[in-house]
Protein backbone atom coordinates (compact mmCIF):
# COMPACT_ATOMS: atom_id res chain seq x y z
CA UNK A 1 0.00 0.00 0.00
CA UNK A 2 1.11 3.67 -0.73
CA UNK A 3 0.39 5.90 1.66
CA UNK A 4 1.50 9.60 2.07
CA UNK A 5 1.92 11.16 5.27
CA UNK A 6 1.54 15.11 6.23
CA UNK A 7 4.12 15.73 9.35
CA UNK A 8 5.31 18.14 11.22
CA UNK A 9 7.74 18.36 14.11
CA UNK A 10 7.79 15.22 17.06
CA UNK A 11 4.00 14.20 17.08
CA UNK A 12 4.51 13.72 13.39
CA UNK A 13 7.69 12.30 12.70
CA UNK A 14 6.63 9.74 15.49
CA UNK A 15 3.89 8.16 13.14
CA UNK A 16 5.90 8.90 10.42
CA UNK A 17 8.29 6.01 12.19
CA UNK A 18 5.52 3.67 12.49
CA UNK A 19 4.06 3.93 9.09
CA UNK A 20 7.67 3.48 7.76
CA UNK A 21 7.64 0.29 9.70
CA UNK A 22 4.88 -1.18 7.83
CA UNK A 23 4.93 -0.02 4.47
CA UNK A 24 8.87 0.53 4.01
CA UNK A 25 9.80 2.57 0.95
CA UNK A 26 6.31 2.43 -0.26
CA UNK A 27 5.81 5.80 2.45
CA UNK A 28 5.93 9.29 1.48
CA UNK A 29 6.24 12.03 4.18
CA UNK A 30 5.54 15.37 3.04
CA UNK A 31 7.04 17.58 5.88
CA UNK A 32 6.64 21.30 7.45
CA UNK A 33 9.34 23.57 5.67
CA UNK A 34 7.72 26.70 7.88
CA UNK A 35 10.13 26.62 10.91
CA UNK A 36 12.71 26.88 8.40
CA UNK A 37 15.60 29.66 9.26
CA UNK A 38 19.08 30.65 8.94
CA UNK A 39 21.44 30.40 11.93
CA UNK A 40 25.12 31.06 11.39
CA UNK A 41 24.64 30.91 8.32
CA UNK A 42 23.31 27.74 7.99
CA UNK A 43 19.78 26.80 6.93
CA UNK A 44 18.17 25.07 9.27
CA UNK A 45 14.85 22.78 8.80
CA UNK A 46 14.05 21.42 12.02
CA UNK A 47 10.97 19.31 11.17
CA UNK A 48 12.80 17.89 8.26
CA UNK A 49 15.91 17.00 9.84
CA UNK A 50 12.99 15.40 13.07
CA UNK A 51 11.20 13.50 10.67
CA UNK A 52 14.88 11.97 9.02
CA UNK A 53 16.60 11.49 12.11
CA UNK A 54 13.39 9.46 13.42
CA UNK A 55 12.99 7.75 10.57
CA UNK A 56 16.79 6.72 10.37
CA UNK A 57 16.92 5.63 13.18
CA UNK A 58 19.33 8.15 15.08
CA UNK A 59 16.92 11.04 16.88
CA UNK A 60 17.58 11.61 20.29
CA UNK A 61 14.59 9.51 22.20
CA UNK A 62 13.72 12.21 24.91
CA UNK A 63 13.50 15.17 23.25
CA UNK A 64 12.89 13.68 19.64
CA UNK A 65 14.78 16.12 18.17
CA UNK A 66 18.55 16.02 17.78
CA UNK A 67 20.68 12.93 17.52
CA UNK A 68 20.56 10.20 20.27
CA UNK A 69 24.27 10.67 22.07
CA UNK A 70 25.39 14.11 20.17
CA UNK A 71 28.18 16.37 21.80
CA UNK A 72 27.24 20.45 21.75
CA UNK A 73 31.27 20.88 22.01
CA UNK A 74 30.78 23.08 18.80
CA UNK A 75 28.25 25.22 20.74
CA UNK A 76 29.89 25.72 23.60
CA UNK A 77 32.99 27.51 21.79
CA UNK A 78 29.86 29.21 20.09
CA UNK A 79 28.87 30.59 23.51
CA UNK A 80 32.64 31.23 24.73
CA UNK A 81 32.73 34.06 21.61
CA UNK A 82 29.34 35.20 22.82
CA UNK A 83 27.66 33.76 19.61
CA UNK A 84 23.85 32.57 19.23
CA UNK A 85 23.40 29.48 21.58
CA UNK A 86 19.60 29.83 22.57
CA UNK A 87 19.31 26.91 19.84
CA UNK A 88 20.88 24.10 20.80
CA UNK A 89 22.97 22.19 17.36
CA UNK A 90 24.90 19.10 18.49
CA UNK A 91 27.98 18.28 16.73
CA UNK A 92 26.71 15.37 14.70
CA UNK A 93 23.66 17.50 13.59
CA UNK A 94 25.65 20.34 12.74
CA UNK A 95 26.91 17.78 9.87
CA UNK A 96 23.09 18.11 8.35
CA UNK A 97 23.20 22.04 7.90
CA UNK A 98 26.30 22.05 6.77
CA UNK A 99 26.11 19.83 3.80
CA UNK A 100 22.57 20.64 2.85
CA UNK A 101 23.89 24.54 3.26
CA UNK A 102 26.10 23.25 1.11
CA UNK A 103 24.22 21.64 -1.48
CA UNK A 104 21.53 24.10 -1.92
CA UNK A 105 24.68 26.89 -2.44
CA UNK A 106 25.60 24.30 -5.38
CA UNK A 107 21.99 24.47 -6.99
CA UNK A 108 20.47 21.24 -5.46
CA UNK A 109 16.73 21.47 -4.28
CA UNK A 110 15.69 21.25 -0.86
CA UNK A 111 13.86 17.99 -1.58
CA UNK A 112 17.63 16.78 -3.66
CA UNK A 113 19.08 17.82 -0.59
CA UNK A 114 16.73 16.11 1.77
CA UNK A 115 17.01 12.45 -0.03
CA UNK A 116 20.62 12.66 -0.33
CA UNK A 117 21.19 12.85 3.50
CA UNK A 118 18.10 10.70 4.08
CA UNK A 119 19.41 8.22 1.95
CA UNK A 120 22.87 8.29 3.49
CA UNK A 121 21.06 7.35 6.93
CA UNK A 122 19.42 4.52 5.24
CA UNK A 123 15.84 6.15 5.54
CA UNK A 124 13.62 3.86 3.03
CA UNK A 125 10.50 6.40 3.10
CA UNK A 126 10.71 9.54 0.46
CA UNK A 127 10.93 12.91 3.11
CA UNK A 128 9.67 15.61 0.82
CA UNK A 129 9.94 18.97 1.97
CA UNK A 130 6.25 20.84 1.32
CA UNK A 131 8.00 23.24 -1.48
CA UNK A 132 11.40 23.99 -2.61
CA UNK A 133 11.28 27.68 -1.82
CA UNK A 134 11.60 28.86 1.41
CA UNK A 135 8.70 29.78 3.67
CA UNK A 136 8.95 31.47 7.22
CA UNK A 137 6.08 30.65 9.43
CA UNK A 138 5.78 34.11 11.48
CA UNK A 139 3.81 34.32 14.72
CA UNK A 140 2.30 37.92 15.50
CA UNK A 141 2.38 37.86 19.72
CA UNK A 142 1.97 40.55 22.65
CA UNK A 143 5.92 40.62 22.03
CA UNK A 144 5.62 41.50 18.42
CA UNK A 145 6.25 39.41 15.06
CA UNK A 146 8.71 36.55 15.79
CA UNK A 147 10.05 33.81 13.36
CA UNK A 148 8.84 30.71 14.60
CA UNK A 149 11.80 29.50 16.44
CA UNK A 150 12.62 32.64 17.95
CA UNK A 151 8.80 32.13 19.69
CA UNK A 152 8.87 28.43 20.02
CA UNK A 153 12.25 27.82 21.69
CA UNK A 154 14.10 30.93 22.25
CA UNK A 155 11.13 32.53 24.07
CA UNK A 156 9.65 28.73 24.76
CA UNK A 157 6.28 29.33 23.42
CA UNK A 158 5.34 31.71 26.29
CA UNK A 159 4.39 35.07 24.53
CA UNK A 160 0.41 35.64 23.59
CA UNK A 161 0.05 34.13 20.37
CA UNK A 162 -2.64 36.64 17.91
CA UNK A 163 -2.05 35.27 14.58
CA UNK A 164 0.30 33.25 12.67
CA UNK A 165 1.31 33.68 8.58
CA UNK A 166 3.38 32.14 6.26
CA UNK A 167 5.72 34.74 4.36
CA UNK A 168 6.81 33.65 1.01
CA UNK A 169 3.64 31.03 0.84
CA UNK A 170 2.58 32.82 -2.38
CA UNK A 171 5.82 31.93 -4.63
CA UNK A 172 5.32 27.87 -3.13
CA UNK A 173 4.59 25.42 -5.02
CA UNK A 174 3.88 21.84 -5.29
CA UNK A 175 7.25 19.67 -6.06
CA UNK A 176 6.99 17.53 -8.93
CA UNK A 177 8.35 14.63 -5.96
CA UNK A 178 4.93 15.38 -4.57
CA UNK A 179 2.94 14.93 -7.15
CA UNK A 180 4.24 11.50 -8.55
CA UNK A 181 3.47 10.34 -4.94
CA UNK A 182 -0.02 11.60 -4.90
CA UNK A 183 -0.75 9.75 -8.68
CA UNK A 184 0.08 6.02 -6.52
CA UNK A 185 -0.96 7.18 -3.30
CA UNK A 186 -3.59 4.31 -1.56
CA UNK A 187 -4.29 6.74 1.50
CA UNK A 188 -3.02 10.35 3.04
CA UNK A 189 -2.23 10.38 6.44
CA UNK A 190 -2.63 13.58 8.45
CA UNK A 191 -0.42 12.92 11.39
CA UNK A 192 -0.70 14.35 14.66
CA UNK A 193 1.00 17.78 14.49
CA UNK A 194 -0.22 21.36 15.23
CA UNK A 195 -2.74 21.92 13.09
CA UNK A 196 -1.62 25.62 12.93
CA UNK A 197 1.88 25.65 12.20
CA UNK A 198 2.39 22.28 10.57
CA UNK A 199 -0.72 21.07 8.71
CA UNK A 200 -1.80 24.16 7.24
CA UNK A 201 1.66 25.36 6.11
CA UNK A 202 1.78 22.46 3.86
CA UNK A 203 -1.83 22.91 2.44
CA UNK A 204 -1.46 26.53 1.96
CA UNK A 205 1.89 25.38 -0.42
CA UNK A 206 -0.27 26.55 -3.47
CA UNK A 207 -1.69 23.53 -5.47
CA UNK A 208 -1.75 21.03 -2.42
CA UNK A 209 -5.11 21.41 -1.61
CA UNK A 210 -6.55 20.61 -5.37
CA UNK A 211 -3.86 17.64 -5.20
CA UNK A 212 -5.69 16.62 -2.16
CA UNK A 213 -8.94 16.85 -2.84
CA UNK A 214 -8.23 15.18 -6.29
CA UNK A 215 -6.50 12.43 -4.91
CA UNK A 216 -9.59 10.22 -4.57
CA UNK A 217 -8.45 8.02 -1.79
CA UNK A 218 -8.90 8.07 2.06
CA UNK A 219 -7.64 10.74 3.89
CA UNK A 220 -7.23 10.24 7.70
CA UNK A 221 -6.31 12.55 10.39
CA UNK A 222 -5.12 11.47 13.93
CA UNK A 223 -5.59 14.02 16.40
CA UNK A 224 -2.76 15.73 18.07
CA UNK A 225 -4.68 17.07 21.34
CA UNK A 226 -5.47 14.20 23.67
CA UNK A 227 -7.34 14.95 26.48
CA UNK A 228 -7.57 18.54 26.32
CA UNK A 229 -4.02 18.76 26.40
CA UNK A 230 -1.12 18.65 23.47
CA UNK A 231 1.53 15.87 24.17
CA UNK A 232 3.84 18.00 22.34
CA UNK A 233 5.20 21.39 22.17
CA UNK A 234 2.39 24.73 22.36
CA UNK A 235 -0.88 23.03 20.56
CA UNK A 236 -2.95 23.40 23.37
CA UNK A 237 -1.70 26.79 24.18
CA UNK A 238 -1.62 28.24 20.79
CA UNK A 239 -5.56 26.96 20.34
CA UNK A 240 -6.62 28.79 23.45
CA UNK A 241 -5.27 31.96 22.32
CA UNK A 242 -6.87 31.64 19.17
CA UNK A 243 -10.01 31.37 21.01
CA UNK A 244 -10.18 27.90 19.88
CA UNK A 245 -11.16 24.79 22.62
CA UNK A 246 -7.59 22.77 22.76
CA UNK A 247 -9.96 19.43 21.81
CA UNK A 248 -9.99 16.73 19.62
CA UNK A 249 -13.52 18.13 18.34
CA UNK A 250 -11.76 21.64 17.50
CA UNK A 251 -9.04 19.77 15.16
CA UNK A 252 -11.66 17.53 13.47
CA UNK A 253 -13.21 21.12 12.70
CA UNK A 254 -10.29 22.54 11.55
CA UNK A 255 -10.06 19.35 9.02
CA UNK A 256 -13.55 19.02 7.81
CA UNK A 257 -14.01 19.09 4.54
CA UNK A 258 -10.96 17.67 3.65
CA UNK A 259 -10.49 14.58 5.46
CA UNK A 260 -12.82 11.55 5.83
CA UNK A 261 -11.72 10.14 8.92
CA UNK A 262 -10.30 10.91 12.45
CA UNK A 263 -8.39 8.94 15.10
CA UNK A 264 -9.59 9.76 18.43
CA UNK A 265 -7.35 8.56 21.63
CA UNK A 266 -9.97 6.79 24.04
CA UNK A 267 -9.51 9.53 26.69
CA UNK A 268 -11.66 12.16 24.58
CA UNK A 269 -14.50 8.76 23.32
CA UNK A 270 -17.05 10.89 24.37
CA UNK A 271 -16.44 13.13 21.76
CA UNK A 272 -16.61 10.90 19.24
CA UNK A 273 -20.34 11.50 18.58
CA UNK A 274 -20.09 14.77 17.75
CA UNK A 275 -17.13 14.34 15.40
CA UNK A 276 -19.01 11.84 13.83
CA UNK A 277 -21.96 14.60 13.29
CA UNK A 278 -19.36 16.35 11.48
CA UNK A 279 -19.91 14.13 8.34
CA UNK A 280 -16.49 11.99 9.04
CA UNK A 281 -16.29 8.33 10.44
CA UNK A 282 -14.41 7.92 13.96
CA UNK A 283 -11.81 5.22 14.85
CA UNK A 284 -11.27 4.90 18.46
CA UNK A 285 -7.94 3.39 19.83
CA UNK A 286 -4.93 4.63 21.95
CA UNK A 287 -2.75 7.42 20.00
CA UNK A 288 0.01 8.12 22.54
CA UNK A 289 3.05 6.71 20.88
CA UNK A 290 5.56 6.00 24.09
CA UNK A 291 7.30 3.31 22.03
CA UNK A 292 8.77 1.79 18.60
CA UNK A 293 5.88 -0.64 19.18
CA UNK A 294 2.92 1.61 19.80
CA UNK A 295 4.25 3.53 16.47
CA UNK A 296 3.86 0.77 14.70
CA UNK A 297 0.70 -0.34 16.32
CA UNK A 298 -0.65 3.03 15.70
CA UNK A 299 0.37 2.93 12.52
CA UNK A 300 -0.87 -0.86 11.46
CA UNK A 301 -4.49 -0.30 12.92
CA UNK A 302 -4.72 2.63 10.54
CA UNK A 303 -3.35 1.07 7.13
CA UNK A 304 -5.55 -2.18 8.01
CA UNK A 305 -8.90 0.67 9.26
CA UNK A 306 -7.90 1.97 5.15
CA UNK A 307 -8.70 -1.36 3.52
CA UNK A 308 -12.22 -1.52 5.66
N1 LIG B 1 13.72 22.61 20.35
C1 LIG B 1 13.93 23.20 21.56
O1 LIG B 1 12.97 23.32 22.34
N2 LIG B 1 15.17 23.67 21.93
C2 LIG B 1 16.24 23.60 21.13
O2 LIG B 1 17.33 24.04 21.48
C3 LIG B 1 16.06 22.95 19.84
C4 LIG B 1 17.14 22.77 18.96
C5 LIG B 1 16.92 22.07 17.76
C6 LIG B 1 17.99 21.81 16.89
C7 LIG B 1 17.78 21.13 15.69
C8 LIG B 1 16.50 20.69 15.36
O3 LIG B 1 16.29 20.02 14.21
C9 LIG B 1 15.40 20.92 16.21
C10 LIG B 1 15.62 21.61 17.42
N3 LIG B 1 14.56 21.85 18.31
C11 LIG B 1 14.77 22.47 19.51
C12 LIG B 1 13.20 21.37 18.01
C13 LIG B 1 12.47 22.29 17.05
O4 LIG B 1 12.55 23.62 17.40
C14 LIG B 1 11.00 21.83 17.03
O5 LIG B 1 10.96 20.45 17.12
C15 LIG B 1 10.24 22.11 15.77
O6 LIG B 1 10.50 23.32 15.23
C16 LIG B 1 8.76 21.94 16.12
O7 LIG B 1 8.10 21.49 15.01
Known amino acids: M ?69 TFNNLDMISRYGGEDWFRLGDRDLATHLLRTQMLRSGY ?5 TQNLARALGVRASILPMCNEPVMTIVITNAGELAFQEYFVHRRWQPVLKAYRFHGIDKARVTPEITAAFQSAHAIIFCPSNPFVSI ?29 EALKGPAGKMFAELGRAPSAYEVAK ?55
Not at 11 to 35: S, Y
Not at 109 to 113: P, V
Not at 207 to 221: E, N
Open 2 to 70: NVIALAGGVGGAKLADGLQRIVGENLAVVVNTGDDFELHGLRIAPDLDTVMYTLGGVANPETGWGIAGD
Open 109 to 113: TLTQA
Open 200 to 228: EPILNVRGMRDLVQKTRVLKIAVSPIVGG
Open 254 to 308: IYRGVIDRFVLDRVDEEQARAIKDLGMRVWITDTIMRDELERERLAREICEWVTK
